[in-house]
């Protein structure tokens, strides 16, 4: 048998969608009145990003062969993302989702169909074995058969001892029943290996009223060795095996554009992790990377040099200091 080596630093599986982002910041989305089409979905930009900051990246979704469909994948054909594993589908009609400009968390409204009819056949056992990172969100675990899909891939990858990555970005807009996701998520974690969740996600996922600390013991008893807990203007934590390494404190600025901000901050931390850095120096690359985005309507700009990012980055002891 021949055994493939990893050649891919992150394949991302679940949702490659079209983004109607409105062209002015609103409160919510009835009081849009236009909007721009932008390639979307966590996992394409996420795979995106990593494009940008000069890693190898590839998609595991379904699309329609439609305009739209056409559109998302000449765009992540352009941002240097491999297509080669996405299925263009002429039974099905690409995903579309509407979405606020906002400085806070975006109002959006999803009109779903070709991401979710993803199914286990169509996942590529050579992706998986090409990969470094397996990625995915909690999106394509909502519906069948796409959650088959995911779970096909974190089993092939979790057995071949792959870093497997879940952001926990649970919304009942997206999956109404509470019960299920709550069964179908748990299940999945123990084939995760790390998980990024924001304070937001938990309480959306174990309800509100716990602390920080307390979030992070619960997303560790569900199976990931590393966690980060994003908290906003609050900053972030990292935990490693149940032991939080560091705080780390968010510096202010200007916030222009939130949307797509946590895809930018998980692409950051996962090159900067698979480049061999400690954790809490992926953390201090992260947030960089993230307020890159923030600080721009849109996405990331192109060609990241991530070597005058790290050279600038400080000395951990010193940037985590402030949050104890």
């Known amino acids: ?64 062969i439609g305009a739209f469909g056409q559109f998302l994948k000449a765009e992540l054909r352009y941002h240097g993302v491999n297509t080669d594993y996405m299925i263009m589908d002429h039974r099905v009609h690409t995903s579309l989702i509407f979405v606020s400009q906002t400085s806070g968390t975006p109002d959006f409204e999803p009109s779903r169909n070709g991401d979710y009819k993803l199914t286990p056949a169509e996942v590529s056992e050579e992706a998986i074995a090409r990969a470094k990172v397996v990625h995915a969100s909690t999106w394509p675990l909502s519906r069948k058969p796409s959650r088959a899909a995911v779970e096909k891939t974190f089993k092939l990858a979790h057995e071949q001892g792959k870093v497997v990555s879940l952001d926990p970005n649970y919304s009942p807009v997206v999956w109404p029943n509470y019960q299920e996701a709550q069964k179908v998520i748990r299940d999945m974690y123990r084939y995760v290996t790390i998980t990024k969740a924001s304070l937001d996600d938990c309480h959306r996922f174990f309800g509100p009223g716990e602390t920080p600390e307390t979030y992070i013991e619960m997303l560790h008893e569900l199976g990931p060795q590393i966690v980060i807990f994003t908290m906003g203007k609050d900053g ?32 950051g931390f996962l090159v900067a992790m698979l480049d061999g850095h400690a954790l809490e120096r992926c953390l201090l690359f992260a947030r960089e990377i993230v307020e890159m985005k923030l600080a721009i309507v849109g996405p990331l700009p192109g060609a990241i040099d991530r070597s005058q990012i790290y050279a600038r980055l400080p000395e951990p002891s010193t940037a985590f200091k402030a949050a104890y």
């Open 1 to 64: 048998m021949t055994t493939i080596a990893p050649d891919i630093d992150l394949v991302a599986i679940g949702e490659t969608i079209v983004d109607f982002i409105s062209t002015e910041p609103v409160e919510g989305l009835r009081e849009a009145t236009t909007f721009q089409r932008h390639l979307g979905g966590s996992p394409a930009n996420i795979a995106v990003n990593i494009s940008k900051l000069g890693g190898k990246a590839a998609v595991i979704s379904k699309t329609g």
């Open 236 to 267: 972030s934590i990292i935990s490693e095996d149940g032991h939080i390494l560091g705080r780390l404190p968010a510096r202010p600025i200007k916030v222009v554009d939130a949307t797509g901000a946590g895809d930018s901050f998980w692409a």
